[in-house]
């Protein structure tokens, strides 16, 4: 019989003892990988309902946008020639009022074609187009509820935006094109496009973005048609999406979302994998007689190692199915509860691509952590073996294993990164992952050594306290690893989400401008600054004109040829907003080069943002060319200025020199800041004033930004919870492989005089202690890695916010004392003299 | 617990123990009288099954009777809850048992200095130290059990036995996994440490050699003491 067959068949006759002491090493795994796989097929889901509703969210096979003007002339003919059918769409931001309170409103304005894919459903239902007409003096509109309840108003009353009055005919319940956006200024307020011009809000250089949606012939698919739209017009600066970038917006924040979760499963994995190899260490510390026997008789290492290799990787087998059936069913059970909040329908199903990446997690995550013990197990003497309470498995492993060990982080590593869709995220996770178990291995030494070497306590309970955190076998190592890793993540996910939330609620508004004003006509500007400076407490009034350009090249070349870094890409993606000045804001910081002087009257100069010119690979002195309303103008660059956009800070990316804007057509836009009393006369004498131009109220923008923070963070801290109860499982499995020798420790100190209240207190006292201790240590970690996150990878301030963190490590003691009393409670009433036998 | 005349080390009345199992109700001890004086010393024989280490589980405290009175250095421990029980071991009893049961985890001075440390004494170590040079072992006193040979280990049992200066001293088959040389270097330790203390010893044993070197043989069968006689 070869080395193999009788590894196998000894796995066999070991395997027949069943599997009762590898529940936590099936929990662990199945937990792990199932988190995975779960997360991975949700994450499909979501992205297959995109797919699926993406004609319904694009409003046709193709949709072309243009801001600021209408698509025209022999662009609007060829779309219409190649089109099967078309359907114009216009939106913009608006107030609407009533005589007593206004809104921001998103003003869509359709044609008679609207909804070219799916239907409109409203309250009471009906024909829309029937709704939107010109009856009674007024035109109709459709409405979602939340600006019924703003303005105080009914189905039937009326509301003027602009200049024009518009009946609320129906409350709008569903809207096929609406995609939820991550940030939404107001409720729909959906009317006619014919209604549109006597609003007057239709001026040259407005904020309004225009749409073509268009249903293509059946033998055209989106992607010809997009391709051949771009070969007639490179240059037409619109903005054109196929059904594989409906949602770019929602798809971007699925992705990330859904990789943040991954990175939770992967950590409740790795935290899996300690518990993993711990149940490996107990087991084969059960199976020390047999593998000593089976030494003795002749049994090479080599086929010791092999057969209970073959075990474990049975065993994983099994976890690891258990968790795919977990990780594939999961979803479906998540999409039916949670399918009604959600912008789009997710399709629940079976995804095998999601499935197989967490299986291999999972196999290689089991492989690599067992192999430790394994090697020991194979290098131990078998005299040895018989001592494992004071010589715990300790041999180094052959370094081969270790080698295999070490190709299994690396593949671990590799495979987290190669999968991922967002690489430089995945990257950082490896390393801090890395990071945390280094420092958590170091807390757990330093732990060790602590209880070793601090002073002898006079308390006998307290000695053995702390003498129980060192003594060889001790459960410190693998009990501050696994919850160390929970608490760590938890903690970090706590302080990133604090310090953003801080950003956004405390110094974003100390810093932030209380309204933002768009659309203000250039005729309007000496009344609206002069509304504003007499209202008390608004003060800070910036204006600054306003109107859109595309950067079509970068000193010369198409930026469609120039290698941008990923994150400014943004700034070649359609039109940016452009200014012009004489003198630079207050607060304006020149990093390079220097601002121009007052009366510059010479060629076309501009002053950039230097993080986007760091993406372009540009400096002072390079050129960007920007279509300008279908002018091309280029523009040397005189200065860069560092922008920190996330103060909310009223800036531009490109600032024009005196000279060359003035004669375009421009809208003002303009920002104020306010005492709290003031905001309401602004917002009250602006609408009445001033109809066309839109308030924006920063407050309810952060309001909502900060919603969505908590939202994202309750997500991932769900998801890492995940990550502490494996944490917990861990430990209770720890406890549990410990629980005979506590019996025989209770036992004996019960013969030499102990009480039950002393024998309760050492315990408690030990797992407290234990819990304390690694939730200081988990803390320490975890601070460290929000730092380096908010600190380096986000490059904000960061705050030590105690409470979370005072409160998760009292909750490691608490839990901790609670799960080890559980685990140990039971052995008090153990009978003495079953265990004291000469037997 | 209750003060009891103070003639005996040991008094048992009528001393019952009935087990449940499977197989229905099965009777340890049927009735045992036995009155043993302060400082004696004498050996408990018979065969496996006659209830030689439940008696001596009973007189420790750590079994309960069925019925029965039990009397031990004057204190009836019959109804003693747990607690009351392990106050008197830690105040009246040291225990030796064939299998040592050392605390794997704790080294030979801390073993022997836990039940000073229950029972609160401060010199808990100091006196650990001096037993463990007492049964010649102060050269191993931060070796693990693991470390130790069986000889040693036992030394330490012992030790960790005399170190509360107890009254009682409970062995139950102290040589029964040593060899003969080793065994009969652990049997004069103890004979030599009763003989300097006066404690009184209950000693479990197969070997009739090391019966005969106690003042007092008991005969145990089928949960009877069937003999009761002065050695020579």
Known sequence: MNNFSLAWRIAKCELRSGIKGFRVFLICLALGVGAIAAVGSLSRAVTQGLLADARFLLGGDVSVRMQHRPIEGEQLNLLKSRASKVSSVTEMKAMAQTPNNRALVELKGIDQHYPLVGTVTMLPSGPLQDRLVFKDGAWGAVVEQGLLAKLNIKVGDRVRVGEAFFQIRAILIKEPDRVASVLNFGPRFMVSAQALPHTKLIQLGSQIRYYERILLPTKTTASDFIKNLGQHFPEAGWRVRGPDKAAPGLQRFVRRLSLFLTFAGLTALLVGGIGVLGATRSYLQSKTSTIATLKCIGAPGGLVFNAYFLQILILSFIGIMVGIVMGALLPFLGVALVHNQLPIAPIAGIYPLALLKAAVFGMLTSATFVLWPLAQARETPAGNLFRTNVMPLSLWPRWIYIGFIFSGVLSLGALVIFWSQERNFAYWFVVVSLVTVVLLRLGAVAIMQFAQRVPRPQNAIFRLVLANLYRPGTSTPSIVLAMGVGLSVLIAVALIQGNISRQVEETIPEQAPAFFFIDIQPDQVTAFDKALKAIPGAHDLMRMPSMRGRIVKINGVPVDQVDIKPNVKWAVNGDRALTYAKSPAKGTEIVAGKWWNENYQGPPLISFDARVADGFGVGVGDTLTLNVLGRDITATIGSLRRIDWRTLRFDFAIIFAPGTLEQAPQTHIAAIKADAVAEPRIENSIAKMFANISTIRVKDALVAAGKIIKGVGAAVTATASLTVIAGIIVLAGTIATARAQRVYDSVVFKVLGATRRQIITAFLWEFGLLGLFTGIVGALVGTFISWAVIKHIMAMNWVFLPNQVIMTILSAALFTTLIGFLGTWRALGEKSSKHLSNE | ?232
């Open chain 2, 1 to 232: 617990m209750t003060k009891a005349n103070q003639t005996g080390a040991i008094e048992l009345e009528n001393l019952h123990l009935s087990l449940d199992s499977d197989a229905g109700q099965v009777d340890i001890l049927r009735g045992i009288n036995l009155t043993i004086n302060r400082g004696e010393t004498v050996g408990l024989v018979g065969p496996s099954g006659s209830g030689k280490t439940s008696l001596l589980m009973i007189v420790s405290g750590l079994e309960r009777a069925t019925s029965g009175s039990i009397t031990v250095a004057g204190q009836n421990i019959t109804q003693a809850n747990e607690d009351a029980l392990a106050l008197f071991r830690r105040q009246h009893t040291g225990i030796v048992f064939q299998n040592f049961h050392l605390v794997p985890t704790m080294t030979a001075l801390e073993n022997v200095a836990l039940p000073l440390e229950f029972a609160g004494k401060s010199h808990a170590f100091d006196a650990a130290r001096d037993q463990l040079k007492a049964v010649g072992l102060d050269h191993r006193i931060e070796h693990y059990p693991g470390q130790l040979s069986g000889g040693e280990q036992q030394r330490v049992a012992l030790a960790r036995a005399f170190v509360t200066e107890p009254t009682l001293l409970l062995a139950d088959e102290p040589t029964g996994n040593l060899d003969g040389k080793t065994g009969d270097h652990i049997m004069d330790l103890l004979f030599d440490l009763h003989s300097r203390k006066g404690t009184t010893l209950l000693l479990i044993t197969h070997a009739p050699a090391l019966a005969q070197r106690c003042e007092r043989l008991l005969n145990m069968s089928d949960g009877h003491i069937i003999s009761d006689e002065l050695t020579a």
